[in-house]
T-cell receptor, first 113, second 113 residues
Framework: KAGVTQTPRYLIKTRGQQVTLSCSPI?????VSWYQQTPGQGLQFLFE???????NKGNFPGRFSGRQFSNSRSEMNVSTLELGDSALYLC????????????FGPGTRLTVT | GENVEQHPSTLSVQEGDSAVIKCTYS??????FPWYKQELGKRPQLIID?????GEKKDQRIAVTLNKTAKHFSLHITETQPEDSAVYFC????????????FGQGTRLTINP
Protein backbone atom coordinates (compact mmCIF):
# COMPACT_ATOMS: atom_id res chain seq x y z
CA LYS A 1 0.00 0.00 0.00
CA ALA A 2 1.23 3.48 -0.79
CA GLY A 3 1.91 5.70 2.19
CA VAL A 4 0.56 9.13 2.99
CA THR A 5 1.57 11.66 0.35
CA GLN A 6 1.69 15.44 0.56
CA THR A 7 2.10 18.12 -2.07
CA PRO A 8 3.91 20.33 -2.55
CA ARG A 9 6.98 19.29 -0.55
CA TYR A 10 8.43 22.78 -0.40
CA LEU A 11 6.84 26.18 -0.66
CA ILE A 12 8.05 29.76 -0.33
CA LYS A 13 5.47 32.46 0.16
CA THR A 14 5.40 36.13 1.07
CA ARG A 15 3.71 37.62 4.13
CA GLY A 16 0.06 38.33 3.48
CA GLN A 17 -0.36 35.65 0.82
CA GLN A 18 -2.38 32.51 1.25
CA VAL A 19 -1.40 28.89 0.70
CA THR A 20 -3.12 25.55 0.15
CA LEU A 21 -1.48 22.25 1.07
CA SER A 22 -2.72 18.85 -0.02
CA CYS A 23 -2.69 15.44 1.63
CA SER A 24 -3.64 12.02 0.23
CA PRO A 25 -4.16 9.41 2.96
CA ILE A 26 -3.33 5.73 2.83
CA UNK A 27 -5.94 3.91 0.77
CA UNK A 28 -8.89 2.97 2.98
CA UNK A 29 -8.03 5.49 5.69
CA UNK A 30 -10.83 7.92 6.37
CA UNK A 31 -9.38 10.06 9.15
CA VAL A 32 -6.88 12.79 8.27
CA SER A 33 -5.16 14.99 10.83
CA TRP A 34 -2.89 17.98 10.33
CA TYR A 35 0.02 19.06 12.52
CA GLN A 36 2.43 21.97 12.54
CA GLN A 37 6.03 21.21 13.46
CA THR A 38 8.45 23.97 14.49
CA PRO A 39 11.71 23.81 16.47
CA GLY A 40 10.25 25.97 19.22
CA GLN A 41 6.75 24.57 19.61
CA GLY A 42 7.29 20.98 18.52
CA LEU A 43 4.40 19.07 16.98
CA GLN A 44 1.06 20.81 17.43
CA PHE A 45 -2.33 19.54 16.38
CA LEU A 46 -4.26 21.68 13.89
CA PHE A 47 -7.40 19.70 13.07
CA GLU A 48 -8.79 16.30 12.20
CA UNK A 49 -11.28 15.36 9.49
CA UNK A 50 -13.40 12.28 9.06
CA UNK A 51 -16.04 11.73 6.38
CA UNK A 52 -15.66 15.31 5.17
CA UNK A 53 -16.40 16.70 8.65
CA UNK A 54 -14.03 18.43 11.02
CA UNK A 55 -14.19 16.43 14.23
CA ASN A 56 -11.51 18.13 16.27
CA LYS A 57 -9.63 21.40 16.21
CA GLY A 58 -6.47 22.65 17.92
CA ASN A 59 -5.66 26.11 19.23
CA PHE A 60 -4.82 27.88 16.01
CA PRO A 61 -6.32 31.12 14.68
CA GLY A 62 -9.11 31.10 12.12
CA ARG A 63 -6.55 31.79 9.36
CA PHE A 64 -5.90 28.06 9.43
CA SER A 65 -8.66 26.04 7.84
CA GLY A 66 -9.09 22.73 6.14
CA ARG A 67 -11.44 20.45 4.33
CA GLN A 68 -11.79 16.86 3.31
CA PHE A 69 -13.17 15.46 0.11
CA SER A 70 -15.34 12.41 -0.48
CA ASN A 71 -12.25 10.37 -1.45
CA SER A 72 -10.70 11.26 1.97
CA ARG A 73 -8.07 13.53 0.44
CA SER A 74 -7.64 16.66 2.51
CA GLU A 75 -6.43 20.18 2.04
CA MET A 76 -5.43 22.82 4.52
CA ASN A 77 -5.38 26.51 3.83
CA VAL A 78 -3.55 29.31 5.59
CA SER A 79 -4.64 32.83 4.75
CA THR A 80 -2.82 36.10 5.39
CA LEU A 81 0.48 34.37 6.02
CA GLU A 82 2.73 35.57 8.83
CA LEU A 83 6.44 34.97 9.32
CA GLY A 84 5.60 32.73 12.28
CA ASP A 85 3.70 30.36 10.01
CA SER A 86 7.00 29.08 8.63
CA ALA A 87 7.00 25.43 9.62
CA LEU A 88 6.81 21.85 8.49
CA TYR A 89 3.15 20.92 8.00
CA LEU A 90 2.49 17.24 8.45
CA CYS A 91 -0.62 15.33 7.73
CA UNK A 92 -1.36 11.90 9.15
CA UNK A 93 -4.01 9.34 8.31
CA UNK A 94 -5.64 6.55 10.25
CA UNK A 95 -8.40 4.08 9.55
CA UNK A 96 -11.17 5.85 11.43
CA UNK A 97 -9.42 7.85 14.14
CA UNK A 98 -9.96 6.84 17.75
CA UNK A 99 -7.04 4.69 18.88
CA UNK A 100 -6.13 3.46 15.43
CA UNK A 101 -2.50 3.95 14.43
CA UNK A 102 -1.75 7.27 12.77
CA UNK A 103 0.77 7.38 9.91
CA PHE A 104 2.47 10.56 8.81
CA GLY A 105 3.20 11.96 5.39
CA PRO A 106 6.58 13.51 4.49
CA GLY A 107 5.35 17.02 5.19
CA THR A 108 5.30 20.33 3.35
CA ARG A 109 8.04 22.73 4.32
CA LEU A 110 6.53 26.23 4.21
CA THR A 111 8.79 29.27 4.36
CA VAL A 112 7.21 32.71 4.72
CA THR A 113 9.41 35.68 3.82
CA GLY B 1 -6.27 21.12 28.27
CA GLU B 2 -4.17 18.06 27.66
CA ASN B 3 -0.44 18.44 28.23
CA VAL B 4 2.41 15.95 27.76
CA GLU B 5 5.81 16.44 29.36
CA GLN B 6 8.78 14.49 28.00
CA HIS B 7 12.20 13.96 29.57
CA PRO B 8 15.06 14.14 28.93
CA SER B 9 15.30 16.54 26.00
CA THR B 10 18.64 15.03 24.99
CA LEU B 11 20.10 11.63 25.76
CA SER B 12 23.47 10.19 24.82
CA VAL B 13 24.26 6.52 25.39
CA GLN B 14 26.98 4.09 24.40
CA GLU B 15 26.18 1.59 21.70
CA GLY B 16 24.83 -1.56 23.29
CA ASP B 17 23.50 0.21 26.38
CA SER B 18 19.84 0.86 27.14
CA ALA B 19 17.96 4.13 26.73
CA VAL B 20 14.87 5.22 28.63
CA ILE B 21 12.61 8.16 27.76
CA LYS B 22 9.80 9.19 30.09
CA CYS B 23 6.55 11.07 29.54
CA THR B 24 3.79 12.27 31.81
CA TYR B 25 0.32 13.32 30.73
CA SER B 26 -2.22 15.54 32.41
CA UNK B 27 -5.62 14.30 31.25
CA UNK B 28 -6.64 11.11 33.03
CA UNK B 29 -9.08 10.38 30.17
CA UNK B 30 -6.15 9.74 27.81
CA UNK B 31 -6.19 6.15 26.65
CA UNK B 32 -3.87 5.82 23.67
CA PHE B 33 -0.10 6.43 23.80
CA PRO B 34 2.01 6.12 20.64
CA TRP B 35 5.74 6.72 20.24
CA TYR B 36 7.27 8.14 17.08
CA LYS B 37 10.84 8.21 15.81
CA GLN B 38 11.89 11.04 13.53
CA GLU B 39 15.19 10.96 11.73
CA LEU B 40 16.63 14.17 10.34
CA GLY B 41 14.63 15.42 7.38
CA LYS B 42 12.16 12.53 7.53
CA ARG B 43 8.59 12.01 8.64
CA PRO B 44 7.71 10.82 12.15
CA GLN B 45 7.51 7.04 12.10
CA LEU B 46 5.28 5.10 14.49
CA ILE B 47 7.49 2.62 16.37
CA ILE B 48 5.24 1.32 19.12
CA ASP B 49 2.00 2.21 20.87
CA UNK B 50 0.10 1.17 23.97
CA UNK B 51 -3.51 1.40 25.00
CA UNK B 52 -4.72 2.07 28.52
CA UNK B 53 -5.95 -1.47 29.09
CA UNK B 54 -2.36 -2.74 28.86
CA GLY B 55 0.55 -2.10 31.24
CA GLU B 56 3.44 -3.10 29.02
CA LYS B 57 4.12 -3.89 25.38
CA LYS B 58 7.27 -5.18 23.75
CA ASP B 59 8.50 -5.36 20.17
CA GLN B 60 12.01 -6.80 19.83
CA ARG B 61 14.39 -4.24 21.38
CA ILE B 62 11.67 -1.70 22.11
CA ALA B 63 9.25 -1.73 25.02
CA VAL B 64 6.73 0.72 26.42
CA THR B 65 5.31 0.74 29.93
CA LEU B 66 2.25 2.61 31.17
CA ASN B 67 1.36 3.59 34.73
CA LYS B 68 -2.19 4.98 34.63
CA THR B 69 -2.25 5.85 38.31
CA ALA B 70 0.82 8.03 38.04
CA LYS B 71 -0.12 9.14 34.51
CA HIS B 72 3.22 8.37 33.01
CA PHE B 73 4.58 6.11 30.31
CA SER B 74 8.08 5.26 29.20
CA LEU B 75 9.97 4.01 26.16
CA HIS B 76 12.77 1.53 26.70
CA ILE B 77 15.29 0.69 23.99
CA THR B 78 17.73 -2.12 24.74
CA GLU B 79 20.98 -3.03 22.98
CA THR B 80 21.06 0.35 21.26
CA GLN B 81 22.53 0.64 17.79
CA PRO B 82 23.76 3.68 15.80
CA GLU B 83 20.59 3.60 13.69
CA ASP B 84 18.56 4.27 16.84
CA SER B 85 19.93 7.83 16.80
CA ALA B 86 16.95 10.12 16.13
CA VAL B 87 14.41 12.35 17.85
CA TYR B 88 11.73 10.41 19.70
CA PHE B 89 8.29 11.82 20.45
CA CYS B 90 5.72 10.48 22.86
CA UNK B 91 2.06 11.38 22.44
CA UNK B 92 -1.22 10.94 24.25
CA UNK B 93 -4.74 10.88 22.92
CA UNK B 94 -8.24 10.68 24.26
CA UNK B 95 -9.36 8.17 21.69
CA UNK B 96 -13.13 8.49 21.47
CA UNK B 97 -14.00 8.71 17.80
CA UNK B 98 -12.23 11.97 17.01
CA UNK B 99 -8.46 11.70 17.07
CA UNK B 100 -6.09 14.30 18.46
CA UNK B 101 -2.53 13.45 19.41
CA UNK B 102 -0.84 15.74 21.95
CA PHE B 103 2.92 15.39 21.64
CA GLY B 104 5.77 15.74 24.07
CA GLN B 105 8.61 18.07 23.15
CA GLY B 106 10.84 15.28 21.90
CA THR B 107 14.07 13.59 22.99
CA ARG B 108 17.16 13.72 20.82
CA LEU B 109 18.82 10.33 21.29
CA THR B 110 22.44 9.93 20.22
CA ILE B 111 24.10 6.52 20.19
CA ASN B 112 27.86 6.74 20.53
CA PRO B 113 29.85 3.96 18.84
Amino acid sequence: KAGVTQTPRYLIKTRGQQVTLSCSPISGHRSVSWYQQTPGQGLQFLFEYFSETQRNKGNFPGRFSGRQFSNSRSEMNVSTLELGDSALYLCASSLTGGDYEQYFGPGTRLTVT
Amino acid sequence: GENVEQHPSTLSVQEGDSAVIKCTYSDSASNYFPWYKQELGKRPQLIIDIRSNVGEKKDQRIAVTLNKTAKHFSLHITETQPEDSAVYFCAASIARGAQKLVFGQGTRLTINP
